[in-house]
């Protein structure tokens, strides 16, 4: 769907916003500041607080729509509208997509771009999209398996399970295992060379799992292959939609998408 194009001159007065919603945090990163703002993912409605998303799904879109309230409405100018480059996960689908394209309207957005994660975490390692690559976001609350092939969301698996779910009870090799399996099924039913290619190249880690040692230890011998997390993995995914925001604001033509779930290649 799109809307009417409106003149570029006034789009580029727009100021911008990249967002990565995570079920323990949430960051942004604002067109003009030089940091990446990261805070829990959690509202207040009363006495307590509650967490509108669990396991990569909304469950809350009120509750969400204010923490951004209270986390950006007072960071951005009070007239005008802005453009919003907006993380989704592999597997969240057009219900994600929709309830946090519900939840953003607070931030009085212009249009509103979605990027796959793994997308986005490849462009903030400046990965080559001409070639087939594995993303492994290994997040508190939920860990995706995403295979990308020429920029393109091609297979994804995902478990409920994250770092949040280790304790001195339980070892990160549950994660690893969880990882390693997603990845053997994804070979065995991958009919082309794509995912075997991406996992001799080693996959990309993000999240806050990849910086931890042992994990990444254990999932470069469990998959015998190199293993490497991306700079800084736990804000790669805002960070590449960041990427992808300042392009887009060089692109006229593509104000007049209001939803998607591929962004153009830059």
Do not use: N
């Amino acid at each position: 769907m799109t809307t009417p194009h409106r003149p570029w001159p006034l789009y580029r007065q727009c100021s911008g916003i990249a967002l990565d919603l995570g079920s323990a945090r949430t960051r942004a990163w604002i067109s003009g500041r030089r940091s990446v703002l990261d805070a829990p993912t959690v509202t207040f409605p009363g006495d307590g607080a509650i967490h509108p998303i669990q396991r990569g799904t909304i469950v809350d879109t009120p509750g969400t729509a204010r923490m951004l309230d209270r986390l950006l409405g007072h960071r951005l100018p009070r007239f005008g509208r802005r453009l919003i480059v907006l993380t989704a996960p592999a597997l969240g689908g057009v219900a994600f997509r929709t309830d946090a394209r519900t939840a953003v309207e607070v931030l009085r957005p212009h249009t509103v771009l979605t990027v796959p994660t793994a997308r986005a975490v490849a462009m903030a390692a400046d990965a080559d999209l001409t070639r087939p690559l594995l993303v492994v976001d290994l997040g508190a609350h939920l860990t995706e398996v995403t295979l990308l092939t020429d920029g393109a969301v091609t297979d994804a698996r995902h478990t409920a399970l994250g770092t949040s779910d280790l304790d001195s009870l339980t070892s990160p090799t549950q994660v690893t295992d969880a990882v390693v399996a997603m990845v053997t099924t994804m070979l065995e039913e991958d009919h082309t060379s794509h995912t075997l290619d991406a996992l001799q190249q080693g996959p990309l880690l993000a999240g806050g799992g990849a910086l931890r040692p042992d994990i990444t230890y254990c999932l470069a011998r469990q998959l015998h292959a190199p293993v490497e997390p991306v700079p800084a993995p736990h804000t790669a995914a805002v960070r590449g939609a960041a990427k992808l925001l300042r392009a887009a604001h060089t692109h006229p033509s593509i104000t007049g998408i209001t939803d998607t779930s591929e962004l153009p290649h830059y």
